[in-house]
């Protein structure tokens, strides 16, 4: 979880040099939250193709079924940083500053999902 607000303190400190290393930055910022969480409930996702989705889905599963638009935004994400790094997407400054905050607040529902599951 610490490396997951790192993450989100590199995303923010980047909106103003680079919106799209913002956007990817937040995107591993949720992911690592994301892990984290998987991770205290003493899962582990295999290293394979298709271990992004899972670890989203696993976390989805397990929070607050009130974030689906969160986690629309999140696998939207996920599919941009995707087309950014190996083809051709632009990602605009607006977007790298919604998926910044989106980091942010996520990254506190999961901190706060880990500190109440732990005895």
């Not at 303190?9 to 892990?35: C, F, G, H, P, V």
């Not at 083809?87 to 109440?116: C, F, G, H, N, P």
């Amino acid at each position: 979880m610490a490396d997951a607000k790192k993450k989100a303190t590199a995303a923010r400190m980047n909106l103003a040099i680079d919106a799209e290393t913002a956007y990817q930055t937040a995107y591993q910022a949720m992911l690592k939250a994301s892990l984290a969480l998987m991770l205290s409930h003493g899962q582990r996702p295999r290293n394979q193709l298709g271990h992004h989705i899972a670890i989203i889905e696993f976390a989805q599963k397990h929070l607050d079924p009130s974030l689906v638009t969160t986690f629309a935004l999140f696998d939207r994400m996920r599919r941009k940083r995707n087309d950014a790094f190996y083809d051709i997407a632009l990602i605009s400054d607006a977007e790298a500053k919604e998926a910044v905050r989106t980091a942010e607040e996520y990254l506190q529902v999961i901190d706060t999902a880990i500190q109440t599951q732990i005895p």
